[in-house]
Every structure is written in C-alpha cells, then in structure tokens.
C-alpha cells in the first residue's frame, strides 16, 4: 500500500506542477500549491507507517504552515488586487528589472 | 654609428679605406640638412608646393590619346621659369642648399677616388669588409650591415658618386627657381645614400634596405610636382611595380638562406656546395633575384613605369632612371655571378628577355615624339643589352656597358634637360603657356641656338649608336661578341629553355641585339635630326628667345661628354691597340672572373677572323642605321605638335607604346579593383567583418541580453517554469548518480 | 473484521478514493471559474482525507477535513468572492495552446522522474518503525503522535504558534485598506 501511495502522491504533485505553469490566475495557482502540500502530506503519512508517529507529526506542521502561508499570501493578493484590478499573473510584473 | 672595430688582415685595413662608412654616411648628412632646412622653410611660409608661385605645372599632356586613366602619361613640363611677368622669389635657403647638396655629393666622390687610389696599390683577392653593427643576431642566422669594398662596388661607387655629383651641379641650375629647392635636394641626396648602401652591402639584407630606399626615393621624386595628380599617379605606378620585382627579391632571399645558411656573400660562397649545381633550387634563387630585377631595371614584363616616371624632373631622369638606379638589377646579377653561373637555365632566360626588351623597346623608341620619352625606351632597350651581358656570363662586359651607358645617358638626359629648360624659357618670354616644351614637333633647327648642346649630345648619340671609338662600341662589342662567343660552345649553350637548345637560343639572342642596334641609331638620329636640324617650329614669338642653359648646366655635360667620347679607353679589346687591354675586365677578375669561366666552360675565345667579321657587322650596321635615318627622316616635313595629324596603322601602335599598359589594365588592373571592390570591400569588409563580426558581435550582445532580461521579467510565472524546470534538471543529477 | 476479504476491500477503496482524489484534481487544475476550482479541490481533499483515516492517521484525517478542507478552503472561497473573481474572466487566464502543451510535457518529465527515482530503492517491508504508529494502550488513537509532537518536537510546536500570531497579524496589516496618507 504504501509504494501506491507514494505514487498515487507523486501523481497528484505533478498535477499540480502543471496547474501551476499553466494557470495564470494568482489565486488558482495558490491553490495549485496547497494541492502539491497535500501530496507531499500524504507521502508522509504514508511513510509514517514504516518510520513511526514522526510522520503524522510532520504533516500537523505543514498544515499549520499552510495555513499561516494561506492567510498572509491571500492578503497579499487582495492588496495587489486593490492596487490594479486584476489578478492575472501577466500584470503583476512589480519585480522587473 | 656604432663600430666594430675595423677587421685587420686585409691591405686595406689601414688605409683610407676604412672611413667607408663615411661615403653613405655623407650623403645622408645632405639629406638631413637639406629636409630640415625644407621644413623650416615651410613653417614660415607654406608648403613648397610646386604650384606655390602660381604657376600651374599642371598640364599633363599625354602625347597621343588613349591611354587608359590608370596610366596617363604624365609628360610634365618641368622646370618653373621666371620671366618678367611676374618675379619669381627664390627659395630663402637656396644658396644654403646649393652648397650642401652638390657639396656632399662632391666630397663623397673625392672619398671615393681616394679609396679607389688605394684599392689600386693593394691586391684586391679578397674583398674588404667593414662590419657596421650587429642587426639581426636570430639563433644559427646573424645578418649585420656590414658594407664590402671590393673592385664591383668601387666601380659602382664611382660612377655613383661621379655622375650623381655632376647631376647635383646641374641640377642647381635647373631647379633654380622651383619653390621645392630643399625637397628636391633632401630626396636626391637621400637617394644616393641609398643607392651606395645597395652597392656597398656586404649582405642581401643590407642590399635590400638600399634596393628599396632607392624605390622610395624614385617615388618621391617622380611625384615631385605632385600637385599634379598624374605626377603622383605616376610615383605610384612606379613604386607599385617595384614591388613586384621586390616580392622577387625576397623569396630569392629566402630560398637561398634556407638552402645554404647565409645572406652575406662570404658566406654564400662558402656554402655554396650545398646548392647543386643546375638544379631547380639554384635556378629558382636566379629567376627570383631576376624577377626583381625586371622591376628595378625595367625589363619585360615590369618596364612600364619608366616612361612614366618621365614625369619627374629631367635631372632625376639622368640620374635614377638612366644612370644608376636602373643599374641595381645588372649589379645584382654581378654581384650574384656564382649563383647565375650555375643555373644556365636562369642565365639563359636572362639574356632572353633583355635581348627582347632590348629590340622591343627599340621599337617603341621608333615612333616617340616626346623627347623623354624617346630617352626613356632607349634606356629600357641598353638595359636590355645590359642584361644580355650578364645573362651570357659575360659579367665584365655587361658592367662595363653599365658604366659607359651611365655616361652617354646621363648626357643625352642632361642635354634634353638644357633644351626643355631653354623651351620653356622662350615660351614663357612669348606667354606661351599652352604648347608643350618636350614635343620633337615644337622643336627644330636648334642647333642655331644652343650650339655646346648639339655637340655634346651627337657625341652621345654616335657614343649609343656603337660608332668606333667612342665608348659605347666599345661595350657594346663586348657584349655581342660575348653572346656569340657563348653560343659557339659554353654551358649555356649545351643547356636548354623550354626545350629550345640554348645555341639557339643565343643565336636568337645575337640576332635580337644587332637588330636593336640598328633601331637605336635609326632613332637616336631620328631625335637628333628632329631637335636640332631643320627648320625650327618654335613658333616666331619664342624663337627669338631661344639661347643655350646658363654654364652651371652646361658644364657637366661637357664633363659627360668627355668621358663618353674616351670611356672606352677603359677597356680596350684587343683589335684596338690604341692603349692597355682590358683594363675593366682585369679590375673586376677578382669578382667575376670565377663565374665566367664556368659559364665559358665548353666553349673557346673567338677566331680573330670571326672577331673581325662581328665587329664588321656592328659598325655596319651602325652607319647604316644613322645613314638610314637621315636619308629618310625629313624634318623639314613636320609641323608643330597641335597641327600635327594623328599617326596611323603601324605607327600608331607603335606610338602608343603597343598598348602594353592598355592591356595591363585591363587583365590585372581591372579585375583586382573589381575584385577588391565587390569581393573584398562589399563582401569580406561591409559582409563579413562588418556584418558578421561588428554587427553580429552587437546583435548577439542585444539578444544575450534580452535573453538574460527575461530572468528578471517579473513575470512570476517565468519563474515557476524557471523553478519547475530547474528541480526537474538537479534530480536529473540524481539520476546518473544512481 | 479479521477475514480473507478485508485485504480486498481495503485495496478496493484504496484505489477508489485514490481515483476520486486524481481525478477530482485533474478537474480543479482545468476549471476555468475559480470557485468551481476551488470546490473540486475541496473534493480531492476529502478522498485525501479518507485515504489518511485507511492509512491509521485518524487525527491527520480529520485534522485534514477541519483545517484545510473547512478552514484554508473557505478563506480561498471567501478571498475569491470579496473580489468578485467568480466568473470566468473575459480574457482566459489559461496559457495559450502552446504554454498548456509544454506544461503537460514539464509535468509529466517531473513525475517520471520521480517515479524512476524512487523506484524501489529499498525494500519498504523490512525496516521495523522505532515507534509504531499504531493504536497505544493508553492514548487511544493519537496517543503515540501526541507524545511526539509534545516531547521530542515541543519547540517546533511552540514556534509554529509563534508562526500563527505572525502571520494573524500580517494578514491583517496586508489586508488593511490605505488611505492616500500613509
């Protein structure tokens, strides 16, 4: 079971590898990396079968950091959005030069 | 100048002999002296622009048209007048130059004969070197300028100095009133000091310096007018054509220090049994050395620009162009004897192509109505006797010829000097500002007026024709009877060229030169009988003006005249008991006469019958020649150059020159412009190096740029492919890892 | 349930909700109106979520349905709506033809990278689990994870609260509106 999660894992993070090239609305592609933190959560709950609670304990971490990386990025957006009326990766090019 | 010491063990060691290095050094002086006085001059007051006092020596008239652009004749009208209309200012340092020019010239001949003096009283087996300096120590190679006195050089240090000191004296009275007075003095001198480095080197290298300075130094007098484009056009024809001959030069230099070690000709002779004898290595070396020659000496193919440098002014004509510059080639071939004897093949084509220069130019010299011009292709046609002396192996003979042209040439030059001189000053007393100076057609019946001239220069002219006594038979007999002499039975006779056995070749050859001899007096006196007989097409206004050059002119020619009248005395052969025998051939045995008597090898001295029977046929032909010409020649029949009619047929080929320089133009000339233009300009320069290396070189700047703008896009989606595609690269490492 | 289906059943809903959980993201990736997006990977991650309770990580499981499904979710939810982003916006905000292809192409080089990379590299089977994960006498369900995180990871726990208060007051000082002064 746990070499099927573990590609069932791999799978899910390339999809959201693509997402994240492909897409270029700035929230989408947010979401796109939750979707790869998911993954990567599942591989190690997975593994956690094999290596012990130190797993399970990890991904308690990578949901909290998630979630602190949800609240501040989305912020962000939000005032960029407020600055420009659009969240389309295309305009958000501040970092030029 | 830094010294070696003097090399000791030579008789001439302690004599005179060792200021040798003084006889360049002199000249050299004169050259600084006079240029700094030139410059200093010109601060003050402008350039010595030839047309500075505002007369326009501009016009180059080329006499018959049809020459192409490239190579207007440039017949200039030398020799700026004064008259009444308006004064002419004489160059402020004038006196000052008058007396350094001539003047180093002179005490370096003094030097010379006192050297020669000593020489004299010494057994001249070896030559005498001076070791200068050390130029060129490179590993195995060391070329020093070092400079070598030995009887060849002294002959050519004489009639160098000599002659050049005599044209100097002239020269002050025809350049009296051009505004260029230093220039001209600064380059003559600068040029003699080349010329006596190119006789005096003990080393080809040294030799080189001087055989080039003195293509420089023709340049710079040729252009000396060069506010006329065609002047300058015409240096440069002649500097560009030289330079041909010089590729020779060098590759003969090469190949001969990579067969036999050595440049200087101690140890060329030393080394020489490393170059087979007659085999392809040997004869490659000659016809290199002899490829620069037809430059330097204006042969076939190379002799193009002589006439041109007509264009210059008439003493430098004497001097560079007849007397000694020219000569370099035929003391090149000398000085090389034991190379030249040993590749018959190379001498046989040597007197080949000077016999067919010889009659060729001949031809041309025929039908010339420019009087410089007609000098100019009798020097191009005895260069070609010359060549054919020291083609033969009979190297004395050739140098002779050299010395005796040297004085009947630099007379004939000097005297046309002191008619154009005394044309242009009866045109200019008449404001006569449009006929030309130089056309036989204007001239005639001078001999009323300029009576010292028309003497000296029918000496000359029985002198070239090869009339007995005077001392241009006397060379020229030498020659052919060599040439005949060879073809009986020698080394080159037993060789072939080009599958042609040499007998015949020199038969041919022989042939070449009794007909050249008859052309010669035919236009010799064709000249003469045009300039100075008949009646005179001045025109009214300025004959009246007509009168002989001032004595500052007349005077070397004279001194010219003299010498070609009793040249031969030098070398009297033997049916001519009229002094010593031989008195040349035994000053330079020591030099030549190793080589001559290989090339002779095979073959015996002449029968006196047949001696006697050449000889016959020499003069006889002479006679008939000037014979011939006066008989059909009727100067009463010309008229003046702007009413003359165009020639026709033969004669008109002839007149222009066979359309060689045409021709030239239009295989060489032509397609290099136009190749250096489209495939060189617009394809390598503008296409390649612009295009490709400077433009492309900026292009792919700007694009490595953009390429590297893009990582700072801000394009946030950039950088996830960016990231993306860099993970996906470090696990690839991984990958071969495992 | 000890009998000789169990294995079955349980690869069977193994592969069910694995599938579920793909193809639920392979929708969300391709939505073209955020919302809907955002509810297909609402979807992905409840099968995630059923995956991790299978996988005897109970607490993860619900963890994942309260925090990240109902919690991070909704402010995407909520972020999307206050900025009025739910409808499919006149310009695509999808690559063109060309970006979509190439970034298939990128995706998939990535995953059989990965898959050839991890290709059994160890024998998963032998190695024996330092602390088993598995039910503990006296903790119940959560008992061996709990003594983890609040022994031997008390200060990463500590911090990641420290992290929280952060980033509560970041997103409140990002989110703030300004006015032309400050």
């Known amino acids: ?97 | 100048m830094l010294q070696a010491p003097t090399p000791t063990g030579h008789p001439l060691s302690d004599t005179v002999a060792q200021f040798v290095w003084l006889l360049p050094l002199l000249p050299l002086l004169g050259f600084v002296l006079n240029g700094a006085l030139s410059l200093k001059a010109a601060a003050k007051i402008g350039p010595s622009d030839p047309s500075a006092n505002g007369h326009d020596h501009g016009d180059a008239h080329s006499d018959g048209a049809g020459a192409a652009v490239h190579h207007t004749e440039a017949d200039h009208d030398d020799s700026h007048i004064s008259h009444d209309d308006h004064p002419v200012v004489r160059h402020r340092y004038a006196g000052l130059v008058s007396l350094i020019g001539p003047g180093v010239l002179v005490l370096a001949f003094g030097l010379a004969v006192a050297i020669f003096t000593a020489m004299r009283s010494v057994d001249m087996a070896q030559p005498f070197v001076d070791t200068l300096f050390r130029w060129m120590p490179v590993s195995d190679m060391r070329i020093d300028v070092a400079l070598q006195l030995d009887p060849l050089s002294m002959v050519m240090v004489l009639v160098i100095t000599g002659i050049g000191a005599l044209i100097h004296i002239f020269s002050v009275g025809y350049m009296q009133d051009d505004p260029g007075y230093p220039r001209y003095f600064a380059y003559l001198n600068l040029f003699v000091f080349f010329m006596l480095l190119l006789v005096l080197g003990a080393n080809y290298p040294v030799m080189f310096v001087g055989w080039e300075g003195v293509g420089l130094c023709s340049y710079l007098l040729i252009g000396f007018w060069f506010s006329d484009k065609a002047n300058a056009d015409a240096g440069k024809k002649a500097f560009i054509v030289n330079r041909i001959g010089d590729f020779g030069f060098l590759i003969a230099m090469f190949l001969l220090f990579a067969n036999t070690g050595a440049l200087d000709f101690a140890g060329i002779a030393a080394n020489i049994d490393k170059l087979p004898a007659g085999g392809a290595v040997v004869t490659a070396i000659c016809l290199f050395f002899f490829l620069g020659c037809t430059g330097k000496s204006a042969q076939i193919p190379l002799y193009i620009w002589l006439p041109d440098a007509m264009a210059g002014p008439t003493p430098v004509s004497a001097l560079i162009h007849a007397a000694t510059m020219v000569t370099a080639g035929v003391y090149l071939i000398a000085r090389s004897s034991l190379l030249f004897s040993m590749a018959p093949v190379a001498s046989l084509t040597v007197a080949l192509v000077g016999g067919l220069t010889a009659l060729f130019a001949a031809t041309i010299g025929l039908k010339q109505w420019d009087i410089k011009k007609v000098l100019a292709y009798s020097t191009v046609s005895q260069l070609g006797y010359m060549f054919v002396g020291v083609g033969v192996g009979a190297y004395t003979a050739g140098v002779f010829h050299l010395v005796t042209h040297a004085f009947f040439k630099a007379l004939l030059f000097l005297g046309s000097g002191s008619i154009i001189f005394a044309m242009h000053r009866a045109y200019h007393a008449a404001h006569n500002h449009s006929d030309d100076a130089q056309d036989m057609r204007n001239m005639g019946g001078l001999k009323k007026y300029m009576p010292v001239t028309w003497v000296l220069m029918w000496v000359a002219t029985l002198a070239i024709a090869g009339i007995p006594v005077f001392s241009g038979f006397v060379s020229k007999d030498a020659i052919l009877g060599a040439v005949f002499e060879r073809a009986q039975g020698s080394t080159l006779a037993s060789s072939a060229l080009l599958g042609i056995p040499g007998s015949t070749i020199l038969y041919i050859v022989y042939a070449f030169g009794l007909a050249a001899a008859l052309l010669t007096a035919i236009y010799m006196t064709r000249m003469m009988l045009y300039t100075f007989h008949g009646p005179n097409r001045t025109g009214a206004g300025a004959e009246a003006s007509l009168r002989e050059a001032p004595w500052i002119m007349t005077g070397p020619l004279v001194v010219l005249g003299v010498l070609s009248a009793v040249g031969g005395w030098l070398n009297l052969p033997e049916f001519l008991p009229l002094g010593p025998q031989g008195v040349f051939d035994k000053w330079l045995e020591p030099v030549v006469g190793d080589a001559t008597t290989r090339i002779a090898a095979g073959g015996g001295a002449l029968a006196p019958s047949t001696e006697q029977a050449l000889i016959g046929t020499a003069v006889a032909i002479a006679i008939a020649g000037i014979a011939i010409a006066v008989v059909r020649l009727k100067p009463a029949a010309l008229v003046p150059k702007k009413n003359s009619p165009e020639a026709t047929g033969f004669a008109k080929v002839l007149e222009h020159k066979y359309y060689v320089d045409e021709a030239y133009d239009k295989a060489i000339v032509q397609p290099v412009v136009n190749g250096s233009k489209y495939i060189l300009w617009k394809g390598v320069d503008v296409g390649i190096i612009d295009g490709l290396f400077v433009n492309g070189a900026a292009l792919f700047a700007r694009a490595a740029g953009w390429m590297g703008s893009q990582l700072q896009s801000g394009q946030i989606g950039t950088y996830a492919w960016v990231l993306v595609l860099g993970v996906i690269a470090l696990l690839g490492a991984f990958a071969r890892v495992h | ?182």
Not at chain 1, 38 to 48: E, G, K, P, Q, T
Not at chain 3, 4 to 23: K, M, Q
Not at chain 3, 55 to 71: E, R, T, W
């Open chain 3, 1 to 182: 349930m000890q009998n000789e289906f169990l294995p079955l059943l349980y690869s069977f809903h193994f592969y069910l909700f694995g599938l579920i959980a793909i193809a639920a993201a392979l929708a969300f990736v391709t939505r073209k109106s955020p919302v809907a997006a955002a509810m297909w990977l609402v979807v992905t991650m409840f099968a995630l979520a059923a995956l991790y309770v299978m996988m005897d990580a109970q607490f993860i499981g619900v963890m994942q349905v309260l925090v990240y499904a109902g919690a991070i979710m909704v402010v995407f939810l909520f972020v999307v709506m206050l900025l009025n982003l739910g409808h499919p916006s006149e310009i695509s905000d999808m690559r063109g033809k060309w970006g979509r292809i190439f970034g298939g192409f990128v995706g998939l080089a990535l995953l059989a990278e990965v898959l050839t990379l991890t290709r059994n590299p160890m024998d998963l089977r032998l190695i024996v689990p330092a602390i088993p994960a598995s039910v503990n006498a006296t903790g119940g369900i959560i008992g061996n994870v709990a003594g983890s995180l609040f022994h031997d990871y008390l200060l990463a726990f500590e911090l990641t609260s420290v992290l929280l208060l952060i980033a509560i007051a970041g997103a409140v000082v990002l989110g703030k509106k300004r006015n032309a002064n400050s």
């Open chain 1, 1 to 97: 079971m746990i070499a099927e999660a573990l590609t069932l894992s791999a799978v899910l993070f390339a999809i959201g590898v693509i997402g994240v090239l492909t897409r270029r609305n700035a929230i989408i592609v947010f979401m796109c990396v939750e979707l790869m933190l998911n993954a990567v959560n599942l591989s190690f709950v997975a593994l956690s079968k094999l290596y012990g609670a130190t797993g399970q304990v990890f991904v308690i971490f990578v949901m909290t950091v998630a979630a602190a990386e949800a609240a501040v990025g989305l912020a962000i957006i939000i005032s960029i959005f407020r600055h420009q009326e659009s969240v389309n990766l295309k305009d958000i090019n501040l970092l030029r030069g």
